[in-house]
């Protein structure tokens, strides 16, 4: 095994490039990923996928250095390595609609080549669980709703316990309760082991990830906590009886008050930020800035 630079991080990414086209979705990205939940925001096309995929070992950068535990994916004895010791729910995963979820699970298992029969089923019954879908093990895929999917997809990724988990919009579909049980579930998968989610949902990042990276055109614009990306805002959010003169961002509250990022509106007091105030006002602003 080569020994890659000076850390221990479990993924080491420097300096890599990817492009589809003429188009460059990932232009000299360079992070490292310790233990804990790291949660990716940005908008369509920042490149988040892209990264996931590199990740995973589905795609493979045009240049720059991965290192996953220390392994070389790029190298095929090594990328198997990789992969038995990594889950991945993806966008858009591949179902097989007249599979049962169990059997879904275990052809999942298969793969990972989760050997001996008994032992297997035991491990599909305990993600199954993790997941709240015991109840819908013997259930046709085609049957379940989308939430119920979305955790089938999370189930497969938590075969074999894996030390890192690559989660590409992993609440997408879910409703508020299984939102809440995801959170706390990835919050304790998080304590020992290495997450990175992307997401559009700035309460997700701001319930459930330590540190939080901005991602804009293949790059990073931010990467702190979510405290810090909330404090990008310090003093530039508002609470106004009436709607702000326009051009400004603006939107109306469930309390019926319009919140405002930027200037202060007429009459306006002024309101503690929130990780979405700082995404936004960060993007608008498109700056590098770190917390
Ligand atoms: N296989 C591919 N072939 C061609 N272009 C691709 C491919 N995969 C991604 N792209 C392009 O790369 C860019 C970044 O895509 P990517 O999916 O990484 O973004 P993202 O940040 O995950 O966006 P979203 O939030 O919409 O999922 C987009 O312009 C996309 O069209």
Redesign the pocket.
């Known amino acids: 095994m080569e020994k890659h630079g000076l850390t221990d991080a479990a993924v080491s990414v420097r300096d890599v490039n990817r492009r589809?086209?003429r188009?460059t979705?990932?232009e000299r990205f360079s992070v490292e990923l310790g233990r804990g939940v790291t949660g990716?925001l940005?908008?369509?096309?920042?490149?988040?996928?892209?990264?996931?995929?590199i990740l995973a070992t589905t795609?493979a950068p045009d240049a720059g250095e991965v290192r996953t535990f220390g392994l070389d994916p790029s190298d095929p004895a090594q990328r198997t390595e990789v992969r038995r010791r990594l889950g991945y729910l993806p966008?858009d995963p591949g179902y097989y609609p007249h599979f049962t979820a169990f059997e879904l699970v275990e052809y999942v298992a298969i793969l990972k080549e989760l050997t001996g029969r008994r032992e297997r089923h035991r491990e599909v019954r305990r993600v199954l669980a993790e997941t709240d879908l015991s109840g819908a093990a013997k259930t046709k895929v085609r049957k379940l709703s989308g939430g119920m999917r979305q955790r089938l997809a999370l189930a497969q990724a938590l075969l074999g316990d894996p030390a890192l988990l690559i989660l590409?919009?992993p609440t997408v579909g879910l409703d508020p309760e299984q939102r809440m049980r995801f959170r706390a579930l990835v919050s304790r998968l998080g304590e020992s082991r290495t997450v990175l989610l992307?997401t559009?949902q700035t309460e997700d990042v701001a319930a459930l990830c330590e540190r939080v990276i901005v991602?804009r055109e293949?790059r990073a614009v931010f990467d702190g906590t979510p405290s810090g990306l909330a404090s990008v805002a310090s003093g530039q959010v508002w609470l106004s009886e009436s709607a702000p003169p326009a051009p400004v961002l603006f939107w109306r509250t469930s309390d019926g008050r319009y919140r405002t990022l930027g200037a202060a509106p007429p009459g306006g007091l002024s309101a503690d930020p929130g990780v979405e105030d700082g995404y936004l006002l960060l993007l608008g602003n498109a700056a590098e800035v770190s917390a």
């Open positions: 589809f086209g188009k979705v990932l990716l940005g908008p369509n096309g920042a490149g988040k996928t892209t990264l996931l995929r795609l966008q590409d919009e992307s559009h991602m293949g």
